[in-house]
């Protein structure tokens, strides 16, 4: 009797080697809510492959118990809007939709940017900070930066542009916008001014509002001296890059 009980923890060891299957390398990084009968490795939206960990809105699956299972992170869901070569991937994050540039499943980075910019119009502002799940995505800081844009600024009554303030520089001017001269006034800074400009001028207190939006390092720098004349436009469209979490335990 003692023999056997004592080959019993090897026969278990095999059993379990045999029967648990392998997909997408070490089980133990896929959260519990991972279907591998449900999920392709890879499906293509425009230019842009998309696998694990991210998914289309067509991978996930409700059982009769209620429970969702996913073909990647649950924060990750990518939908596909139109068909073809004209299709475009776009995520959700913080309530607000980003359009998928690229992703570099080698490196684990992803380039986003605001879909609001894609309207057609020359000069579309971005109307809100990005905000996401640091759980999961977190900043390439090796190539992010920021721009920060100041809107309705001097609109109260007796509010007046400081003097030495250089508007000419920092104030938004293209086609469709209030020209220079007309007032309320909206601004751009990259964090360099916006360090030596903005605060020196408290401009915070003399806007309606503020918005803070990442970019890449090296795109920003080439567009420096033509923000203010829409050229914030192609810096935001060229987006920004976000790194994610690889799972090491069960979400």
Not at 119 to 145: A, E, I, M
Not at 156 to 173: C, E, H, M, R, W
Not at 200 to 214: F, G, I, M
Not at 218 to 240: I, N
Request: glycine share 6%; charged share 15%; aromatic share 14%.
């Amino acid at each position: 009797m003692a023999a056997h009980l004592q080959r019993l923890p090897i026969l278990l060891f095999v059993f379990l080697s045999i029967h648990v299957p392998a997909s997408h390398g070490d089980l133990a990084l896929l959260p519990t809510t991972y279907d591998t009968s449900m999920c392709s490795d890879s499906v293509t939206c425009g230019t842009v492959s998309i696998s694990y960990p991210f998914y289309l809105s067509n991978g996930i699956r409700k059982t009769a118990n209620y429970t969702s299972y996913y073909c990647g992170y649950t924060d990750l869901e990518i939908s596909c809007q139109d068909e073809g070569q004209s299709a475009t991937p776009v995520i959700r994050l913080g309530g607000d939709s980003y359009t998928v540039l690229n992703i570099f499943y080698g490196s684990r980075t992803i380039i986003l940017a605001d879909s609001d910019v894609f309207s057609g119009l020359r000069c579309s502002q971005p109307s809100h900070n990005v905000t996401f799940d640091y759980k999961w995505l977190r900043y390439n800081t090796r190539y992010y930066d920021n721009i920060t844009f100041f809107y309705d600024c001097y609109s109260k009554l007796g509010d007046s542009v400081p003097p030495g303030f250089d508007t000419a520089k920092y104030q938004i001017n293209c086609s469709g916008l209030d020209s220079p001269q007309s007032s309320p006034a909206s601004f751009v800074f990259t964090d360099e001014e916006l360090g030596m400009i903005a605060q020196d001028y408290e401009l915070a207190s003399h806007c309606k509002e503020s918005v803070t939006v990442p970019v890449q390092r090296d795109v920003v720098m080439t567009y420096e001296y033509m923000l203010a004349m829409g050229g914030y436009v192609d810096v935001l469209k060229m987006g920004f890059e976000l790194e994610w979490n690889r799972v090491t335990t069960d979400q």
